[in-house]
C-alpha cells in the first residue's frame, strides 16, 4: 500500500497549490460506486430491481453456494466500456476479477469479486467549471480531474439495524448487484470542486445510460478521502467519508472534516488513516473503523472466472450506440454558434435543457440570445419553482419565436421581459399575438418618433449643447428621455441613430 501512496505523491508533483483554508491546502481524491442499469446482477441471473421483500431476489450464485459458477454480464461489461468512451480512458483489453477477502454480516460467502490489479478502465478524467468563491470577483474555472481507474465488482447485501431492536437484520437482495467503482486521483482542492465533479460524474454516468444516478435509493454513492497539508509538504494522512448519497451532505461532509482535520493539526494532534461517517442529523463525520490497507484484504485473482476479454471490434460497436457526449456537444455549441465554453458547459448539464436550446435555435432564435435566457432567466425561474426544463410552462419553440422578435428589433428589452411573464404564467400563447394585445408594437417608424424627438431635444437644452461640445455620454442621456417618453416601445438603437442625426 505504501506503494500506491508514493505513487499518488509523485502524481501531485508540479499540480498547483489549491486555496487555503486557515494555511492548509486542502486534498480530495473521490472513490464513486455507480450502480449499473442492467436488470441482472453482475453474475447471476437474479433481479436487480429496488424494492422487493427482503432476501428474495439473491440467488444461489449471489451468495456463493457450493456448486454454482459466477457468469459475467456482458451489459455491465458494455456500460464499462461506455464508462471509458466517454472520459477517454483506456479500455484494458484484458482485465481481471480477483476476490477482495473480508467477513462482514451481509457478505456471507467471505469474500466480494472486484477487479484488483488490472481493472476494466484505465485512465481517463472529467473536466468542469468550478463557480468562483463568493466575493472573490473571479470568472468559473474550468477544472480537470484524472481518473486512476474504473473497475467492476458486486455490491454487498445490506444490514438493517432501524426495524428491530437489540438484533440487526440482513437483507441480500443487493449482494451481486453490479458496480462500477471510479478512482480518482487526489486532483481536488476545495469542497466546491469535489462537489463539482461528482455533479459531473453524475451527469456523465446518468447521460450515456449506464446507471440511473438514484442517490436516494444508493444507484450513486461517493466516498471522498480528504486530506490537509501546509503548502509544499508531503501529502497529508487521509480520512475517507463513506457513502456521501446528496451532493447537500457531500458538502456538508467534506467542509466539516476539512476544519475537524485543521483543528486536530493545530492543536497538535495527529490525523490517524480512518474510514469514517457523516451524521447528517448533527453535521459530524465520525470514525468508524481504523482503513484497512488493501493487503489485508488478500486479494488474489478469482479462480471461478476467467479473465474479461474486450476485443477492439465490441468497443467499436458499443461506441457506434452512444449518443452524443455533453462535451462534444458543448465543443459543437463553441465552434457553430460561437458561444463560450462556459454557456456551452450550462446548456448541457442534462440533454433535455441540450434539446431545449437545440429546438429554440431550430426556431429561428439566435443562439447567443437564447443561451443568455435559458441559462438566465429560464434557469431561474426553473430553480425558484424547483423544477426541471421538462415543465417549464414556455416552450422551446416561444422561446425561439420571442428572441426573433428581440433580435429583429421588434422588442427592445423592457417589452420582452413582458412578453416572456405573459408567456411563463400563461397568459399568452403566441408571442406576436401578445405583442399585439399588449400594445408593444415598437415605435419605429421614424415619423412617429418626430415629435418625441423634437420635445426631448428642446427640454434637454444643456445635454444637447454637451453633446455638440464633444461629449459623447451626454447622448445616452438624451435616449433614456425618449425611451421614457416613447413608454419603453422605442427602439434605443434607432432613437440613438436618429437623435446623432438630429444633432450632427
Ligand atoms: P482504498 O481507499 O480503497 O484503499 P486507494 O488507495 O486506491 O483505495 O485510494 C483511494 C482514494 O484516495 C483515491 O481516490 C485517491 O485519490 C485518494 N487519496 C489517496 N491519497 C490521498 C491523500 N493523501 N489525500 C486525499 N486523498 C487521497
Ligand atoms: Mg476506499
Known amino acids: 500500500m505504501s506503494e500506491t501512496v508514493n505513487t499518488f505523491e509523485a502524481q501531485q508533483q508540479g499540480r498547483p497549490t489549491g486555496p487555503l483554508v486557515r494555511g492548509y491546502e486542502v486534498i480530495i481524491g473521490f472513490e464513486t460506486h455507480a450502480q449499473l442499469s442492467t436488470a441482472s446482477k453482475i453474475f447471476s441471473r437474479a433481479s436487480t430491481a429496488f424494492g422487493a421483500e427482503p432476501n428474495t431476489q439473491a440467488c444461489a450464485v449471489d451468495l456463493a453456494l457450493p456448486g454454482t459458477l459466477p457468469v459475467m ?26 476476490r477482495k477477502n473480508y467477513f462482514y454480516p451481509d457478505l456471507p ?43 467492476l465488482e458486486e455490491d454487498a447485501g445490506k444490514s438493517l439495524h432501524e426495524d ?63 486530506s490537509v497539508r501546509r503548502p509544499g509538504e508531503k501529502l497529508g494522512t487521509r480520512r475517507e467519508i463513506k457513502n456521501l448519497n446528496s451532493f447537500k451532505f457531500m458538502q456538508q461532509a467534506i467542509d466539516y472534516e476539512i476544519s475537524w482535520q485543521i483543528d486536530t493539526l ?5 490525523i490517524e488513516q480512518a474510514t469514517v461517517l457523516f451524521n447528517p442529523d448533527t453535521g459530524e463525520t465520525r470514525a468508524m473503523r481504523a482503513k484497512e490497507d488493501s493487503a489485508d484484504y488478500r486479494y488474489f485473482p478469482d479462480p471461478d472466472l476467467p479473465p474479461l476479454v474486450i476485443a477492439a471490434d465490441w468497443i467499436e460497436r458499443v461506441k457506434a450506440e452512444m449518443p452524443e457526449l455533453p462535451r462534444v456537444m458543448a465543443e459543437r455549441y463553441v465552434r457553430d454558434h460561437g458561444l463560450s465554453a462556459y454557456d456551452a ?23 447567443k440570445l437564447a443561451s443568455n435566457w435559458i441559462t438566465g432567466e429560464i434557469a431561474r425561474r426553473l430553480n425558484a419553482q424547483e423544477i426541471g426544463i421538462e415543465a417549464a410552462p414556455v416552450s422551446a419553440a416561444q422561446l425561439g419565436q420571442l428572441v426573433k422578435r428581440i433580435a429583429d428589433g421588434t422588442l ?10 405573459a408567456l411563463w404564467t400563461g397568459e399568452g400563447s403566441d408571442v406576436d399575438a401578445i405583442i399585439e394585445a399588449k400594445d408593444l408594437k415598437p415605435m419605429n417608424d421614424a415619423g412617429a418618433l418626430d415629435a418625441i424627438l423634437d420635445e426631448v431635444i428642446a427640454k434637454n437644452a444643456k ?12 447622448l445616452n442621456g438624451l435616449v433614456g428621455q425618449v425611451m421614457k417618453a416613447s413608454g419603453g416601445k422605442a427602439n434605443p438603437a434607432q432613437v440613438t441613430e436618429l437623435l446623432k442625426a438630429r444633432l450632427a
Not at 78 to 85: D, K, W
Request: charged share 25%; aromatic share 8%; glycine share 12%.
Open 412 to 421: 427592445p428589452n423592457n417589452a420582452a421581459r413582458q412578453v416572456f411573464e
Open 266 to 270: 493545530e492543536d497538535g494532534g495527529k
Open 73 to 98: 454480464n456482458k451489459g455491465a461489461v458494455e456500460r464499462a466500456i461506455r464508462l471509458g468512451l466517454a472520459l477517454g480512458s483506456h479500455i484494458a483489453p484484458r482485465s481481471v476479477f480477483a
Open 164 to 226: 428491530f431492536v437489540g438484533q440487526s437484520g440482513i437483507d441480500l437482495n443487493r449482494a451481486g448487484t453490479p458496480l462500477l467503482e471510479i478512482v480518482t486521483e487526489p486532483d481536488m482542492r476545495s469542497t466546491a470542486e469535489a462537489v463539482a465533479y461528482a455533479k459531473e460524474l453524475h451527469k456523465i454516468v446518468t447521460w450515456i445510460g449506464i446507471c440511473d444516478g438514484n442517490m436516494q435509493e444508493g444507484s450513486f454513492r461517493c466516498d471522498a478521502n480528504v
Open 345 to 367: 458547459a450550462q446548456l448541457t448539464q442534462g440533454p433535455a435543457l441540450a434539446r431545449y436550446f437545440d429546438d429554440a435555435v431550430k426556431a429561428g432564435a439566435t443562439p
Open 109 to 151: 460467502k467471505g469474500y466480494q469479486i472486484s477487479q484488483f490489479e488490472i481493472p476494466v478502465v484505465q485512465g481517463g478524467s472529467v473536466s468542469f467549471f468550478v463557480g468562483p468563491s463568493t466575493g472573490s470577483g473571479q470568472a468559473e474555472e474550468q477544472k480537470t480531474v484524472r481518473l486512476v481507474r474504473a473497475h
Open 463 to 474: 445635454n444637447v449643447e454637451e453633446y455638440r461640445g464633444g461629449k459623447e455620454k451626454a
